[in-house]
């Protein structure tokens, strides 16, 4: 089974949950932007959660499926199609031999998921089958895809939803269940977003006007905002008393305030460390939607404890096991 | 070596999936040579839970997976539980071994189109580029850090005659293997990458190999010093190298 490239999109790469063990080595994490939507395409096709997904973004790409193809696409709404016909999101999809999944422009959200049952077959490699594109390795060739591609998809092991697979043979081109998972999709359709952070570990070194003025102002994420860190635009923060912090280890959500005092928040492909003041952290819990934000929306940080932060990502995991339980029951059907 | 016993230290959560170890507040080796006993110590013996430990100049960071912090449930969460086991790590540490620091020489072919800010450089200094050659292959460098890139190492103990702040427009390519001055610290760009820092050289080595084990050519504490070589030498190791 494969997957044809007719079309690649703006920045269409494999990714799984990142490469981890090797930040000593200064080899950065990266992995998906949007790592909840990911986790949710890999369980509605029975894989494991960290098997590499196809991350596009803004504009998707245009893919034909060599042979019947279980897939699922999590994330933003890129209006996705097979033979014109629109495709539901958050659901297991069953895609007929030469169909051609078309993902348009992303009308909601920023980044969207595919995820095919069996997973891309491509080498793992420092643990990981990320794409990182500044060193040109893992994913597919470490680069994104481009027309003409060919991807080799894995064979699935277990023959799930047979009775989707029954309904196919009298269907054109795709079946796909009346349900669908709950996605984050619609937190996107608000027009404020709410960010909650933790304080980071220089605080306490920012200008009480500054620390004030983070957790009260509107942010505007700016145009030169990538997979590495989202640029914000607002007001500039400043530090009581101007200095450098020596360089040390970021995290994903990490803002670091740079001495032009605009916030950088690091995403997915961050340095494994930086030497600008870090002003807090985002909950992770919250990442997954900052991650949707495109340039160009707003959003307003919220402080919120350690211990908040704990137990919003426990109940998160909580949900996400009920989740994985309800969809091996239903793979089963 | 007798391990140094770690009397002084400080924890802080680095969001919540990951803790900071602060082990001074100085960029000094003796500062360096606790961050990485401590480092080597937690690498030996993980902690489970523990996905990457990542050493910098005075802290060291653990990023962990919550639900893998064992009695996490027990009283505060995670972070509490992952601090209370660190610090019996901390206090349970004496008289532990470190790896001897590896001395490499890495050859390079300075000034020319390989090193495109080595002349202004020496003017600024009021050198002359031979001036500024030598005080560069003079010292014996220290690996104060991996970070910014995939096998980039901070190299301490550059000539303080060299110093010179980063470049206010930094380009948006630099070559991969160029030697480079940014304030007081010099280091080889292992990949073609954006970056501020004056480019006096380039060194035909790799430094970041993703198949190799360890993938990066240089670990902290490690120590370094430049050998000059000519453009023919240059280009006969870059094929070696490949």
New interface residues.
Partial sequence: MSLKVLRAGILSTLQDRGRYGYQRYGMPVGGVMDEHSHRLANLLVGNAEDEATLEFTLAGPRLEFTQTALIAICGGDFAATIGGREVPAARPVLARAGSVLDLAVCRLGCRAYLALAGGFDVPVVMGSKSTYLPASLGGFHGRALRRGDELTVQPAPAHLYPALHRALQTAEDFVCPKWSVHANAALLAHDHHRIRFMQGRHFALFSEASRTQFISAEFRIAANSDRMGYRLEGPTLSLTEPGEVLPEAVTFGSIQVPPDGKPIVLMANRQTTGGYPLIGEVASVDLPLLAQLPPGDTLRFEPITLEQSEQLYLQRERELALMREGLRERAKQ | MAEPFIREYRL???????L?IELG???SEETALKVRSV?ERLLAEPLPGV???????????L?YD??RIAAADDA????AALARQVTARLQSMDGIELTQPATFEIPVCYGGEYGEDLETLAHTHGLTVEQVIERHTAPLYRVQ??????????LAGLDPKLATPRRSNPRMRVPAGSVAIGGELTGIY??E?PGGWHLIGRSPLRM?D??AQ???RLS?GDRVRFVPVSMGEYVRLAETHK
């Fill in positions: 802080s959560p680095l969001g919540d999936r990951a900071v507040n100085d960029a480092t996905l990457d430990v990542v050493p910098a100049v005075c802290t060291l960071a990023h919550p639900l505060g969460g995670a972070y850090m991996l970070g910014f890139a995939p096998g980039f190492a901070y292992p990949l990458l970041f993703a198949f360890p993938p990066a902290m």
